[in-house]
């Protein structure tokens, strides 16, 4: 790996953490901003304005914002996401229990939108205008256009109240048969995957179309190459970029659906977690847990950057 490559590399990382420091101000800033008082409702309507204030000193409240922010960026750097203030435990702790389960579900949703999506990208595109690219081009269209709640609804209706094939709730515990495993996953992966395998689809197809299109396909259509030659050794490895692009942005789709899927489905991940984080107005809890997912989604955007540079030897000029 050549000196350019590392420069470009470290750049990239650089700016990731520069964006990740952005990205804080703005959470801090904006959950900050959320109407009530989050002692008051750690504590209900009962609490005295003594216990009130006894609170605020414990947890920092009564600190201007700036100083808040920068113990919290300090205990950020050190691994320690604060207090939490409805369940009085460390942020950390809670997270532990849900990070796991979240991952879960986002590795089995990957592995199973992955291999579909981009098979589908590439068969459409190879058979541009034919009959299977404008069913996959409709297909994937209407499943973008549907919000996932609807998409969700419908596998509840189908699937869960008039087929009784799987649960309506994922609970999420132990699993120790297959059973258990379509109980907990089923109903979430399917809908994750509906838009997910869209929007990557409509995209790798996309990429493999331009490279079809490119002077040195032409030339190894020309020098009788077969079809397959063509689309793997030639189209597909300078569409690798391209591509990865498009399965990062498809994936950071799971860290924003995610959270309503886990809401419908009442599976126990970190979504799930922050939702009644928001409706408790626990802010270190919040803001951990936002934070975990814009960086979830600047890994993929690093990740995708990356394969680019690697794979396109144009990008490292």
């Not at 050549?2 to 959470?27: D, G, K, Y």
């Not at 959950?31 to 609170?55: K, S, V």
């Not at 922010?69 to 460390?90: C, E, K, R, T």
């Not at 809670?94 to 579900?105: M, V, Y």
Request: contains cysteine; hydrophobic residues 55%; charged residues 10%.
């Amino acid at each position: 790996m050549n000196q350019t490559i590392v420069a470009l590399i470290a750049r990239r990382f650089l700016l990731t953490l520069l964006t990740l420091l952005i990205v804080s101000m703005i959470i801090f800033t904006i959950t900050n901003l959320l109407p009530g008082d989050a002692a008051q409702q750690a504590l209900g309507q009962a609490a005295t304005p003594e216990t009130l204030a006894a609170l605020r000193l414990q947890f920092g409240l009564d600190q201007p914002a700036y100083l808040r922010y920068v113990h919290w960026l300090i205990g950020l750097a050190h691994g320690n996401f604060g207090q939490s203030l409805s369940n009085d435990m460390p942020v950390s702790d809670l997270i532990a229990g849900r990070l796991p389960k979240s991952l879960s579900l986002a590795a089995i949703t990957t592995l199973v939108s992955v291999p579909i999506a981009i098979s589908l990208g590439i068969l459409a595109a190879v058979k541009r205008g034919s009959v299977l690219d404008r069913i996959v081009s409709l297909g994937t269209l209407s499943l973008v256009a549907t919000p996932e709640f609807l998409i969700a609804t419908f596998a509840v209706l189908i699937f869960a109240v008039k087929l009784h094939w799987l649960s309506a709730l994922s609970y999420g515990g132990e699993i120790d048969s297959f059973d258990h495993f379509m109980r907990a996953y089923a109903m979430p992966v399917i809908t994750l995957c509906c838009v997910i395998i869209a929007q990557m689809a409509r995209m790798t197809r996309a990429a493999v179309i331009e490279q079809l299109g490119s002077s040195y396909v032409e030339m190894a259509v020309l020098k009788g190459a077969s079809p397959a030659r063509v689309v793997l050794l030639h189209a597909l490895p300078n569409a690798i970029g391209p591509i990865a692009n498009a399965v990062a942005l498809s994936l950071s789709y799971l860290l924003g659906g995610v959270i309503i899927v886990e809401t419908i489905y009442n599976y126990p991940g970190l979504a799930r977690l922050m939702v009644d984080a928001v409706s408790n107005r626990d802010l270190p809890l919040v803001q951990a847990c936002t934070l975990l997912f814009c960086l979830g989604y600047l890994t993929l955007v690093l990740l995708a950057d990356l394969c680019a540079i690697l794979s396109n030897p144009r990008l490292r000029t």
